[in-house]
């Protein structure tokens, strides 16, 4: 099977032209570590981690799935363990930070 290769893949250094969206609020480490590791883009949902602070602000448990530490801890602990994960196929993956002002208290963390 012939597979697409675009300058898109150049430029991001993965095999195929996919790039997974966000999908927050919820924890999409393992999804972005496994379409990282198919050759595609996995991308990290930031949303959701400042809702430990805002218990209203999305429709989860924010504390049961993220823990207790603050947002900018939750997002460094995430990224590394992106990270460890990807180590073998490349280390290729995103962060999807939202910057509209609905987050701001999140981006400005």
């Known amino acids: 099977m012939k597979c697409i290769h675009t300058e898109l893949c150049d430029i ?32 990290i949902s ?5 809702a430990t602070m805002i218990p209203d602000a999305a429709p989860i448990d924010a504390v049961r799935l993220f823990g207790t530490d603050p947002p900018e801890v939750i ?12 180590h073998g196929s490349g280390g290729v993956f995103g962060v999807n ?13």
Not at 79 to 86: D, L, R, S
Not at 103 to 108: D, H
């Open 75 to 86: 997002l460094q602990k995430s990224i590394e363990a992106v990270a460890k994960g990807t």
């Open 46 to 50: 930031s949303i959701g981690m400042a």
């Open 12 to 43: 991001l250094g993965i095999q195929h032209p996919i790039l997974q969206g966000g999908m927050g609020p919820y924890k999409t480490e393992a999804l972005a570590t496994a379409v990282s590791n198919a050759g595609a883009l996995g991308v």
């Open 97 to 109: 930070i939202p910057v509209a002002s609905e987050f701001t208290l999140a981006s400005e963390m």
